[in-house]
């Protein structure tokens, strides 16, 4: 089955402890983002990467890394957490297959509920 | 800036009438729009989209229709079901440029039995 996973689903953390939140997808993709949604704000782009070891900012990196050694792998890394990163985050993928153009058609993993205390 | 707007923050219809969802864009480089549907407790999953050299398409109950001129887009779902209840997100991208996609905030649509 076509998915994107991600772990955990709910994480309770304090400030300052850094934490991880990983994505898989195994469609093959190229393009792997992650966004974060809140109240009233919709959802935001944290960030993208195009393929492996090219990765990019979005519209809220502040506080956040990524990485992309693996095509499938995508993780989110808060160094630092604070409470303002408490919010759900949702990792997605698309194929981009022989360079074509971004269709938006993204596949979304069901989400990860962060709160930091 | 806000490049796509949900104006409405929810919508409440009968089971069997139509629900139209409205969104409009500033960005004129935009040229291609989706409809993303997300459940409590799930990821968004996509719905429909439209190209800019289109103004409709249509896949079964939902249809979206694009007015480039007005930079507004509507996807109208009828008729609609109980099951339909979920946030809707508009969203559109440059496909010639920056090829980033760009959400509106969402609008709640509850379809009443």
């Known amino acids: 089955e076509a998915q994107v996973t991600q772990n955990p689903r709910y994480l309770i953390t304090v400030t300052g402890k850094k934490l991880t939140v990983t994505c898989s997808q195994n469609?093959?993709?190229?393009?792997m983002s992650w966004y974060r949604q809140d109240p009233g704000l919709g959802l935001r782009q944290i960030y993208y990467?195009?393929?492996?070891?090219?990765?990019d900012k979005g519209d809220v990196p502040e506080g956040y890394k990524v990485s992309r050694k693996e095509k499938r792998n995508f993780p989110l890394i808060l160094e630092s957490p604070s409470p303002n990163q408490t919010s759900l985050y949702f990792c997605?993928?698309?194929?981009?297959?022989?360079?074509?153009?971004?269709?938006?058609?993204?596949?979304f993993g069901e989400g990860s509920r962060l709160t930091v205390l | 800036d806000q490049q796509v707007k949900q104006n409405s923050p929810s919508l409440s219809v009968q089971e069997g009438r139509i629900s139209i969802l409205n969104c409009d864009y500033t960005?004129?480089?935009?040229?291609?729009f989706l409809w993303y549907k997300k459940y409590p407790a799930e990821g968004p999953t996509f719905l429909i989209s439209?190209?800019?050299?289109?103004d409709k398409n249509e896949d079964g109950r939902f249809t979206v229709f694009l007015n480039k001129s007005a930079k507004h887009l509507s996807l109208h779902i009828v008729p609609s079901q109980p099951g339909d209840s979920a946030v809707y997100f508009c969203?559109?991208?440059?496909?010639?440029?920056?090829?980033?996609?760009?959400f509106g905030k969402g609008m709640k649509l509850t379809v009443n039995p």
């Open positions: 997605a993928s698309n194929g981009l297959a022989g360079g074509s153009a971004n269709t938006g058609e993204l596949f």
């Open positions: 469609m093959n993709h190229e393009y």
């Open positions: 990467s195009m393929n492996v070891e090219v990765t």
């Open positions: 960005n004129s480089m935009f040229d291609y």
């Open positions: 439209i190209s800019s050299i289109k």
């Open positions: 969203a559109a991208i440059d496909q010639g440029g920056s090829e980033k996609l760009v």
